[in-house]
C-alpha cells in the first residue's frame, strides 16, 4: 500500500461520504489529499456539504479500520484502481455514482467488449444450459463476460467464458477474504487468471443482502449490455436490467418457458421493450454500433502512440507516459513523478501545443488521442 492511496481511504471512511459526495469533492479539488486539506469553508462550498460535515472531513485523519485495511492489502496479491487512474473502467466512470475505488484482482483490460449476463441462482437445467452456450459463443466472439459470480447463472456464465478460453469479470457483493459463496473458491482464482475479480467492499467485507443491489450497478455499469437468462417477477436480475436501462445500456432477455415463474420476470422485460436474445449472434448485432465507438476509443496501444506522435524530449516522453485517457490531476502527476511543480507545469504546457496532452478543468491533464489520430472522440 502506497502514501498515494491512504487519502482515498482516509476520505472513503468519513462517515457521510457515499460515492456521489466523494466525486463531488474530487471533481472540486482534484484529489482526496487535497480535499482532506481544504478549509471548512472551501468544502462547504460543494454541493451536498453541510458545515457540520465539512468539520467532519476536516477533522478526520486515519482510523484502526483503515489502518488494518491498508496494512492486509499490502500483504496481499489485489490491487486498488481509483478513479483517476488511467485504467479504471471508463464505462463505468459514465454512471452517476461510480465507487472511489476498486479492489481488483486479476487484469480487467480495456472493458471495451463487456457485456453482463445475470439471471437466478436456483435456475432450472435449461437457465444453467442455456447460460453456458451462450456465453460460450460470446466468448469465441472476443467478448468479456461479466457476471456477480453468484450460484447458478452467474457461476455457468462464467464457467462458459472460460470453457471457451475467453475472458470474465465477477463483480462480488463481499469483500475478497471473505468469497461468497465458498463453493466458488476455485472459480475465483480461475477467473483472475485470465480475467479479473472486482469489488469495491473491503477485504474483510461480508455478503450483505444489501451489498447485492449495491454491487449490481457495477455489473450493468461495467457492460455495455446486460442479458437476463432466467428471472422470476422479484428477481435481483431486474434490478440489474433496470440499472442498465438507467445508465443507459442496452437489456437484452432470454426467453423460457411460459408456464415456469423463473421466466416470467425474463418474459416481462420482452414486454416492455428488452431485446430478445437465442444467441450471441442477436446480442452482437444489437451492440455493433457500440462496439465500434468504443473499439475506436480504446483500440490504439501504447506503442501505437508512442510511433504516431510528434517527436518528444526523454522528460516530455517521462510525463506522457505518466498519462493516460482519464484526466489526471497535477499534484498526483507531482508525486508519481517526483519531479518539480514548475518544471512539470513546463513540460505539460509544451505537450498541449504539440497537441497530444489535454488539459480540463482543475489542472487535469489527459492525452489527447483524438486530434493525432484523426479520431472523433
Known amino acids: ?171 462480488l457483493g463481499s469483500g475478497f477474504e471473505r468469497i461468497y459463496p465458498t463453493e466458488n473458491t476455485e472459480l475465483f482464482h480461475r477467473i483472475a487468471e485470465s480475467g479479473a475479480v472486482i469489488t469495491e467492499f473491503p477485504l474483510r467485507a461480508g455478503p450483505e443482502p444489501h451489498h447485492f443491489p449495491i454491487r449490481n450497478r457495477i455489473i450493468s455499469g461495467i457492460s455495455l449490455g446486460t442479458v437476463v437468462v432466467e428471472a422470476s417477477r422479484k428477481s435481483g436480475s431486474l434490478i440489474t436490467a433496470r440499472l442498465a436501462a438507467e445508465q443507459n445500456r442496452e437489456v437484452f432477455a432470454v426467453p423460457g418457458n411460459i408456464h415456469s415463474f423463473k421466466s416470467a420476470g425474463t418474459h416481462s422485460l420482452i414486454k416492455e421493450g428488452a431485446k430478445l436474445v437465442e444467441n450471441a449472434q442477436d446480442i452482437m448485432e444489437e451492440l455493433a454500433h457500440v462496439i465500434r465507438d468504443h473499439m475506436a476509443k480504446d483500440r490504439i496501444s501504447r506503442q501505437d502512440i508512442m510511433e504516431n506522435i510528434p517527436p518528444m524530449s526523454p522528460e516530455e516522453t517521462t510525463v506522457f507516459k505518466a498519462l493516460g485517457p482519464y484526466p489526471v490531476h497535477i499534484d498526483e502527476l507531482v508525486r508519481t513523478l517526483g519531479m518539480d511543480p514548475g518544471q512539470l507545469s513546463g513540460i505539460l504546457l509544451q505537450l498541449e501545443l504539440k497537441g497530444i496532452v489535454a488539459q480540463s478543468a482543475g489542472k487535469m491533464f489527459s492525452i489527447e488521442i483524438g486530434p493525432v489520430f484523426g479520431i472523433q472522440m
Open 1 to 171: 500500500m502506497t502514501d498515494r492511496l491512504l487519502p482515498w481511504f482516509i476520505l472513503r471512511s468519513v462517515p457521510g461520504v457515499g460515492n456521489h459526495l466523494f466525486k463531488r469533492l474530487l471533481d472540486r479539488f482534484g484529489t482526496p489529499d487535497r480535499a482532506l486539506d481544504a478549509s471548512v469553508e472551501a468544502l462547504a462550498g460543494v454541493d451536498g456539504i453541510t458545515a457540520r460535515l465539512a468539520a467532519v472531513i476536516r477533522q478526520h485523519t486515519e482510523t484502526a479500520a483503515v489502518r488494518r485495511e491498508t496494512e492486509d492489502l499490502s500483504r496481499s496479491p489485489y490491487r486498488i484502481v481509483t478513479l483517476t487512474d488511467p485504467d479504471y473502467p471508463g464505462l463505468l466512470l459514465e454512471i452517476p455514482d461510480p465507487p472511489p475505488f476498486l479492489y481488483v484482482y486479476g487484469d480487467m483490460g480495456n472493458c471495451s467488449r463487456n457485456i453482463a449476463v445475470v439471471g437466478a441462482r436456483s435456475a432450472t437445467r435449461y437457465g444453467l444450459f442455456t447460460t453456458g452456450r451462450l456465453c460460450r459463443e460470446l466468448a469465441t466472439l472476443n467478448m468479456t463476460v461479466v457476471s456477480g459470480m453468484a450460484r447458478g447463472v452467474d457461476t455457468a456464465a462464467h464457467a462458459g467464458a472460460l470453457a471457451a478460453g475467453g475472458r470474465t469479470i465477477a463483480v
